[in-house]
């Protein structure tokens, strides 16, 4: 079944810092790939989505690339700040209109960034 | 815009007794909710699909006579947890769907979270 594994944490970085959350997916078909960012005390806010191969999304400073080929989706940043300290969730869902077409979110275990001022 | 509501944020129960959470879409009209579990340091699991007018589908493993769901208005759905124990003290979570968003029809919208603790 579908599948999405994320770099252990937390990760802890000093600000400025430049950030790297690997997220790699198993998936049949052409799912719609996810970052959800959940900051302290508050629900899961969508942070940049992807909808097909090589698309990068890219929302408040990260950014992260479809790569099929490696059925990876990596978040990168390059200048973190105290701020974006929060868990990190890599999802991803059956694509609109896909035969299982359920928009279910399957997700990654997330991850924990710190960032230190 | 998108805003959905939990209610309430966090509720201790006491084993055997009964407990129900709302999740409401503030701004718009969400014909498909869903409802998540999350343990501590762990991933969210997706629960069940709650679509407006029907029963809702549950995922393999979930009981449904246990967790009961409601989705009797395209504003509202709701969670029981029924005769509750220890073991269901959880984070849970619902998300909605506004299929009239355009280029947005599948993304889910998420609420803050409900803590259940249950003595």
């Known amino acids: 079944g579908n599948s999405v594994t994320q770099m252990e944490g937390p990760v802890t970085l000093s600000e400025e810092a430049f950030l790297t959350i690997n997220c790699t997916y198993t998936?049949?078909?052409?799912?719609?790939l996810f970052w959800y960012v959940q900051y302290p005390g508050e629900g899961l806010q969508l942070l940049l989505k992807?909808?097909?191969?090589?698309d990068k999304g890219s929302n408040k400073g990260f950014e992260a690339t479809y790569r099929k080929e490696t059925t990876s989706f990596h978040l990168e940043k390059g200048s973190v700040q105290v701020s974006d300290s929060a868990v990190y969730f890599c999802?991803?869902?059956?694509?609109?209109?896909?035969?299982?077409?359920?928009?279910?979110?399957?997700f990654g275990q997330g991850t924990t960034l710190q960032v230190k001022p | 815009g998108a805003v959905v509501s939990q209610h309430p944020s966090w509720v201790i129960c006491k084993s055997g007794t009964s407990v129900k959470i709302e999740c409401r879409s503030l701004?718009?009209?969400?014909?498909?909710m869903f409802w998540y579990r999350q343990f501590p340091k762990q991933s969210l699991m997706l629960m069940a699909t709650?679509?407006?007018?029907?029963?809702?589908?549950?995922e393999q493993g979930v009981e449904k006579d246990k967790f009961l769901i409601n989705h009797a208005s395209l504003t509202l759905s709701t969670l029981t947890v029924t005769s509750a124990h220890p073991e269901d003290s959880s984070f849970y979570i619902c998300?909605?769907?506004?299929?009239?968003?355009?280029?947005?029809?599948?993304?889910?919208?998420f609420g803050p979270g409900t803590r259940l603790t249950v003595t």
């Open positions: 998300s909605a769907r506004d299929p009239f968003r355009t280029g947005k029809a599948y993304e889910q919208y």
């Open positions: 998936a049949t078909g052409y799912p719609s």
């Open positions: 992807a909808t097909k191969a090589d």
């Open positions: 999802a991803l869902s059956d694509p609109p209109g896909g035969s299982s077409n359920t928009g279910k979110l399957i």
């Open positions: 701004d718009f009209q969400a014909t498909t």
């Open positions: 709650s679509n407006e007018g029907s029963k809702a589908t549950y």
